[in-house]
Protein backbone atom coordinates (compact mmCIF):
# COMPACT_ATOMS: atom_id res chain seq x y z
CA UNK A 1 0.00 0.00 0.00
CA UNK A 2 1.53 3.47 -1.29
CA UNK A 3 1.25 6.54 0.85
CA UNK A 4 -0.72 9.62 -1.09
CA UNK A 5 -0.72 12.80 1.35
CA UNK A 6 -2.30 15.43 0.07
CA UNK A 7 -2.16 17.49 2.61
CA UNK A 8 -0.49 20.31 3.82
CA UNK A 9 0.94 19.14 7.34
CA UNK A 10 1.90 15.50 6.94
CA UNK A 11 5.03 14.83 9.03
CA UNK A 12 7.23 13.20 6.20
CA UNK A 13 6.26 14.79 3.01
CA UNK A 14 4.18 17.54 3.97
CA UNK A 15 2.93 20.30 1.65
CA UNK A 16 5.06 18.35 -1.65
CA UNK A 17 1.59 16.98 -3.06
CA UNK A 18 -0.60 19.92 -1.79
CA UNK A 19 -1.45 20.18 -5.69
CA UNK A 20 -3.66 17.88 -6.81
CA UNK A 21 -1.79 17.10 -10.08
CA UNK A 22 1.68 16.12 -7.99
CA UNK A 23 -0.64 13.83 -6.09
CA UNK A 24 -1.59 12.36 -9.09
CA UNK A 25 1.77 12.27 -10.35
CA UNK A 26 3.01 10.34 -7.06
CA UNK A 27 0.37 7.77 -6.65
CA UNK A 28 1.22 6.87 -10.65
CA UNK A 29 4.85 6.68 -9.66
CA UNK A 30 3.58 4.48 -6.94
CA UNK A 31 1.69 2.57 -9.20
CA UNK A 32 4.60 2.14 -11.77
CA UNK A 33 6.99 0.99 -8.31
CA UNK A 34 4.66 -1.79 -7.65
CA UNK A 35 1.77 -0.47 -5.14
CA UNK A 36 -1.06 -2.78 -5.00
CA UNK A 37 -3.34 0.14 -3.47
CA UNK A 38 -3.03 3.24 -3.06
CA UNK A 39 -4.04 4.87 0.35
CA UNK A 40 -5.17 8.51 -0.31
CA UNK A 41 -5.42 10.83 2.62
CA UNK A 42 -6.94 14.39 3.00
CA UNK A 43 -6.40 14.76 6.69
CA UNK A 44 -3.19 14.73 8.49
CA UNK A 45 -2.98 12.47 11.82
CA UNK A 46 0.25 13.53 13.09
CA UNK A 47 0.62 13.44 16.44
CA UNK A 48 -0.38 17.11 17.54
CA UNK A 49 -2.15 17.57 14.23
CA UNK A 50 -5.38 20.40 13.95
CA UNK A 51 -8.43 18.52 12.38
CA UNK A 52 -9.56 19.98 8.88
CA UNK A 53 -13.28 20.37 7.54
CA UNK A 54 -15.48 18.24 6.08
CA UNK A 55 -15.13 20.44 2.83
CA UNK A 56 -11.53 21.01 3.00
CA UNK A 57 -10.90 17.88 3.18
CA UNK A 58 -13.31 16.70 0.43
CA UNK A 59 -11.82 19.28 -2.28
CA UNK A 60 -8.44 17.95 -1.34
CA UNK A 61 -9.26 14.40 -1.74
CA UNK A 62 -11.68 14.64 -4.95
CA UNK A 63 -9.50 15.54 -7.59
CA UNK A 64 -7.09 13.12 -6.96
CA UNK A 65 -9.86 10.28 -6.84
CA UNK A 66 -10.92 11.36 -9.98
CA UNK A 67 -7.03 11.26 -11.39
CA UNK A 68 -6.43 7.82 -9.91
CA UNK A 69 -9.39 6.09 -11.18
CA UNK A 70 -7.50 4.68 -14.31
CA UNK A 71 -4.37 3.18 -12.92
CA UNK A 72 -6.03 -0.24 -12.40
CA UNK A 73 -4.96 -0.59 -8.52
CA UNK A 74 -7.25 -0.75 -5.66
CA UNK A 75 -7.51 2.71 -4.14
CA UNK A 76 -8.06 3.38 0.00
CA UNK A 77 -9.29 6.79 1.08
CA UNK A 78 -7.71 7.81 4.88
CA UNK A 79 -10.37 9.17 6.60
CA UNK A 80 -12.59 9.94 9.94
CA UNK A 81 -15.44 11.74 8.14
CA UNK A 82 -18.85 9.64 7.34
CA UNK A 83 -19.65 12.42 4.84
CA UNK A 84 -15.90 11.72 3.09
CA UNK A 85 -15.97 8.66 3.26
CA UNK A 86 -19.88 8.12 1.44
CA UNK A 87 -18.41 10.64 -1.23
CA UNK A 88 -15.43 8.31 -1.23
CA UNK A 89 -17.30 5.38 -2.08
CA UNK A 90 -19.65 6.87 -5.05
CA UNK A 91 -15.81 8.04 -6.00
CA UNK A 92 -14.82 4.38 -6.44
CA UNK A 93 -13.14 4.14 -3.23
CA UNK A 94 -12.08 -0.02 -2.74
CA UNK A 95 -10.80 1.16 1.25
CA UNK A 96 -11.73 2.79 3.42
CA UNK A 97 -8.97 3.30 5.86
CA UNK A 98 -10.48 4.89 9.20
CA UNK A 99 -7.56 6.07 12.02
CA UNK A 100 -10.54 6.38 14.52
CA UNK A 101 -12.22 2.21 13.51
CA UNK A 102 -15.59 3.87 12.99
CA UNK A 103 -16.04 5.42 16.26
CA UNK A 104 -17.48 8.72 15.08
CA UNK A 105 -21.12 8.74 15.06
CA UNK A 106 -22.56 7.65 11.30
CA UNK A 107 -19.67 6.11 10.45
CA UNK A 108 -21.12 2.42 9.94
CA UNK A 109 -23.98 3.72 8.11
CA UNK A 110 -21.89 5.68 6.19
CA UNK A 111 -20.10 2.22 4.55
CA UNK A 112 -22.87 -0.41 5.30
CA UNK A 113 -24.70 -0.25 1.93
CA UNK A 114 -21.10 -0.83 -0.28
CA UNK A 115 -19.18 -3.86 -0.30
CA UNK A 116 -16.02 -1.72 -0.06
CA UNK A 117 -13.07 -3.02 2.51
CA UNK A 118 -12.47 -1.40 5.81
CA UNK A 119 -9.38 -0.90 7.76
CA UNK A 120 -10.28 -0.79 11.58
CA UNK A 121 -7.08 0.82 13.33
CA UNK A 122 -6.52 1.16 17.15
CA UNK A 123 -5.39 4.42 19.08
CA UNK A 124 -5.24 5.51 21.99
CA UNK A 125 -7.02 8.72 22.11
CA UNK A 126 -6.88 11.59 19.85
CA UNK A 127 -4.20 12.70 17.33
CA UNK A 128 -3.74 15.97 18.96
CA UNK A 129 -2.71 14.39 22.55
CA UNK A 130 -2.37 10.74 21.44
CA UNK A 131 1.35 11.14 22.42
CA UNK A 132 1.27 12.77 25.93
CA UNK A 133 2.51 9.47 28.25
CA UNK A 134 0.67 6.57 27.03
CA UNK A 135 0.08 4.09 29.13
CA UNK A 136 -1.10 0.50 29.03
CA UNK A 137 -0.89 -2.82 31.62
CA UNK A 138 -1.00 -4.47 28.79
CA UNK A 139 -0.58 -3.24 25.43
CA UNK A 140 -0.75 -6.48 23.29
CA UNK A 141 -4.30 -7.63 25.06
CA UNK A 142 -5.77 -4.08 25.18
CA UNK A 143 -4.91 -3.38 21.46
CA UNK A 144 -6.01 -7.42 20.45
CA UNK A 145 -9.84 -6.40 22.52
CA UNK A 146 -9.97 -3.54 21.08
CA UNK A 147 -9.75 -4.53 17.44
CA UNK A 148 -12.13 -6.98 18.69
CA UNK A 149 -14.47 -5.10 19.97
CA UNK A 150 -14.66 -3.38 16.92
CA UNK A 151 -14.99 -6.11 14.46
CA UNK A 152 -17.93 -6.90 16.88
CA UNK A 153 -19.39 -3.34 16.78
CA UNK A 154 -18.93 -3.48 12.52
CA UNK A 155 -21.18 -7.15 12.75
CA UNK A 156 -23.75 -5.56 15.12
CA UNK A 157 -24.02 -3.17 12.59
CA UNK A 158 -24.86 -5.16 9.63
CA UNK A 159 -21.36 -5.42 8.06
CA UNK A 160 -19.65 -8.86 7.36
CA UNK A 161 -16.81 -9.35 8.74
CA UNK A 162 -14.98 -10.47 5.83
CA UNK A 163 -14.93 -6.63 5.28
CA UNK A 164 -12.74 -5.75 7.76
CA UNK A 165 -8.84 -5.29 8.41
CA UNK A 166 -7.12 -4.58 11.26
CA UNK A 167 -4.09 -2.48 12.32
CA UNK A 168 -2.61 -2.38 16.19
CA UNK A 169 -1.88 1.50 15.12
CA UNK A 170 1.85 2.04 15.27
CA UNK A 171 3.05 5.37 16.64
CA UNK A 172 -1.11 6.26 17.83
CA UNK A 173 -0.43 6.59 21.46
CA UNK A 174 2.01 4.37 21.62
CA UNK A 175 5.96 4.52 23.36
CA UNK A 176 8.74 3.09 21.20
CA UNK A 177 8.29 -0.76 23.70
CA UNK A 178 4.65 -0.57 23.28
CA UNK A 179 5.57 -0.63 19.07
CA UNK A 180 7.71 -3.59 19.43
CA UNK A 181 5.24 -5.47 21.45
CA UNK A 182 2.90 -5.33 18.63
CA UNK A 183 5.10 -5.68 16.09
CA UNK A 184 6.19 -8.96 18.06
CA UNK A 185 2.54 -9.76 18.70
CA UNK A 186 1.23 -9.63 14.77
CA UNK A 187 1.08 -13.16 14.44
CA UNK A 188 -1.40 -13.08 17.24
CA UNK A 189 -2.82 -10.07 16.37
CA UNK A 190 -3.37 -10.87 12.57
CA UNK A 191 -5.45 -13.96 13.64
CA UNK A 192 -8.46 -11.65 14.06
CA UNK A 193 -8.44 -10.50 10.54
CA UNK A 194 -6.14 -9.29 7.96
CA UNK A 195 -3.44 -7.04 9.04
CA UNK A 196 -2.76 -3.28 8.08
CA UNK A 197 1.33 -2.26 9.38
CA UNK A 198 1.79 0.94 8.81
CA UNK A 199 5.54 2.03 10.24
CA UNK A 200 7.05 3.70 7.24
CA UNK A 201 9.53 6.64 8.09
CA UNK A 202 7.98 7.16 11.42
CA UNK A 203 9.41 8.11 14.86
CA UNK A 204 9.54 4.31 16.19
CA UNK A 205 12.08 3.92 12.90
CA UNK A 206 14.02 6.93 14.10
CA UNK A 207 14.57 6.13 17.69
CA UNK A 208 16.08 3.08 16.60
CA UNK A 209 18.28 4.26 14.37
CA UNK A 210 19.10 7.77 15.03
CA UNK A 211 18.01 8.81 11.31
CA UNK A 212 16.12 12.04 10.65
CA UNK A 213 13.00 11.42 8.83
CA UNK A 214 15.02 11.68 5.07
CA UNK A 215 17.16 8.54 6.49
CA UNK A 216 15.02 6.31 7.94
CA UNK A 217 15.02 3.81 4.50
CA UNK A 218 17.04 1.22 5.72
CA UNK A 219 15.10 1.26 9.09
CA UNK A 220 11.71 1.12 7.32
CA UNK A 221 12.21 -1.50 4.49
CA UNK A 222 13.87 -3.72 8.25
CA UNK A 223 10.43 -3.67 9.73
CA UNK A 224 8.77 -3.83 6.55
CA UNK A 225 10.23 -7.64 6.87
CA UNK A 226 9.60 -8.29 10.02
CA UNK A 227 5.89 -7.01 9.75
CA UNK A 228 5.77 -9.41 6.58
CA UNK A 229 7.52 -12.67 8.45
CA UNK A 230 4.81 -12.10 11.42
CA UNK A 231 1.81 -12.17 9.41
CA UNK A 232 0.77 -8.81 8.10
CA UNK A 233 -1.28 -8.93 4.92
CA UNK A 234 -0.94 -5.64 3.75
CA UNK A 235 1.94 -2.68 4.71
CA UNK A 236 1.63 0.77 4.22
CA UNK A 237 4.73 2.64 3.26
CA UNK A 238 6.45 5.65 1.49
CA UNK A 239 9.33 3.95 -0.54
CA UNK A 240 6.81 1.77 -2.70
CA UNK A 241 10.05 0.54 -5.09
CA UNK A 242 12.40 -0.50 -2.09
CA UNK A 243 9.80 -2.22 -0.33
CA UNK A 244 8.81 -4.25 -3.28
CA UNK A 245 12.28 -5.13 -3.88
CA UNK A 246 12.96 -6.19 -0.42
CA UNK A 247 9.67 -8.29 -0.30
CA UNK A 248 10.53 -10.14 -3.70
CA UNK A 249 14.32 -11.05 -2.41
CA UNK A 250 12.67 -12.55 1.11
CA UNK A 251 9.94 -13.65 -0.35
CA UNK A 252 12.12 -16.21 -3.23
CA UNK A 253 14.33 -17.04 -0.42
CA UNK A 254 12.05 -18.41 2.00
N1 LIG B 1 -0.46 5.97 9.83
C1 LIG B 1 -0.66 7.22 9.39
C2 LIG B 1 -1.85 7.55 8.73
N2 LIG B 1 -2.79 6.62 8.47
N3 LIG B 1 -3.51 4.37 8.58
C3 LIG B 1 -3.30 3.11 8.99
N4 LIG B 1 -4.23 2.15 8.72
N5 LIG B 1 -2.18 2.74 9.68
C4 LIG B 1 -1.21 3.65 10.00
O1 LIG B 1 -0.21 3.27 10.65
C5 LIG B 1 -1.38 5.00 9.58
C6 LIG B 1 -2.58 5.34 8.87
C7 LIG B 1 0.39 8.26 9.61
O2 LIG B 1 1.34 8.32 8.53
P1 LIG B 1 1.34 9.36 7.26
O3 LIG B 1 0.13 9.23 6.45
O4 LIG B 1 2.61 9.21 6.52
O5 LIG B 1 1.36 10.77 7.88
P2 LIG B 1 0.14 11.75 8.16
O6 LIG B 1 -0.73 11.09 9.13
O7 LIG B 1 0.83 12.97 8.71
O8 LIG B 1 -0.56 11.99 6.88
Given at each position: ?37 L ?19 M ?29 A ?38 P ?57 A ?69
Amino acid sequence: MGIVNVTPDSFSDGGRFIESRSAIAHARRLVEEGADILDIGGESTRPGAQPVSEQEEMDRLMPVLEGVRGLGVAVSVDTMKPAVMRVAIEAGAAMINDVYAFRTPGAWAAVRDSDCALCVMHMLGEPRTMQEAPRYDDVVAEVEAFLAGRIVAAEANGIARSRLLVDPGFGFGKTLNHNIALIRALPRLARLAPAVVGVSRKRMIGALTGRDIADRLAGSLAAAIRAVENGAAVVRVHDVAATVDVLKVWEATK
